[in-house]
């Protein structure tokens, strides 16, 4: 196998910050330097260091995009770029997107091949926390962010759950974490309110955040810390 698939499998990260790493010098093989990311390895005999720490190969693959917009959160699709074609093929290999954000949505989006962690981070039990930056058409009152604190009527059988809802930088924006998942909730709840929205990014889903470095269509390997954080459960909704 070669040593840049062996490390970006065993989640150190992609392909392109896999080589990165090991022209820096970070990645030994056995107690030589790694030479380059097409060298060939023996995964089954040898020992692969990452900055001094040795690398298991893992069979999941877990990465953060920074959706942009125009893309839609599917694996394929006929007329529209996917979110996967913002990977390189290698990377986006058996991966699928956790949950969906709409083609004009942006912000984090969790890739990945772990069907497991998938289903509980979308699971209606596990209420898990996600937050979206919204900007509306017009001001956001009191008023309206309070309506969506207590829950509001979109037309489903029952009202929403109580969200958080704090205003934003401008007065036309505000902060909204849900713990749902309803078909175009976001967009829902704000008309039910009297508003509109015109733009929405997602800002954190349970206690995965949205790295500031990451350009709309970048993305990167998920943290040993990250991952262990989002498979310890999901986050509180802040008081």
Known sequence: MRLDKFLSNAGVGSRSQ???????????????KARSSDEVIDENNDVIYYQGKRISLCKHRYYMLNKPTGVVSATEDNLDKTVLDCLSKEDA???????R???????????????ELSHNLLSP???????????????????????????VDIGDDK?????????GQHENELYLTIREG??????????????????LKRLSMGSLKLDDNLKPGEYRALTAEELKDLKGGSIKMPV
């Open 93 to 99: 290999k058996d991966l699928f997107p956790v949950g």
């Open 182 to 199: 309803r078909f175009h909730q976001v967009k829902r709840m704000l008309h039910a309110v009297g508003n509109k929205v015109v733009s």
């Open 18 to 32: 896999v080589k990165a790493l090991i022209k820096k010098g970070q990645v030994s093989i056995n107690d030589h």
């Open 101 to 115: 954000l709409d083609k004009d949505t942006t912000g984090l989006l969790l890739l990945t091949n772990d069907g």
């Open 159 to 167: 009202k929403t759950l109580p969200a958080l809802a704090k205003a």
């Open 125 to 151: 039990r596990k209420h898990v926390d996600k937050t979206y930056y919204v900007t509306c058409e017009s001001e956001v009152t009191e008023e309206q962010l309070e309506t969506l604190r207590k829950g």
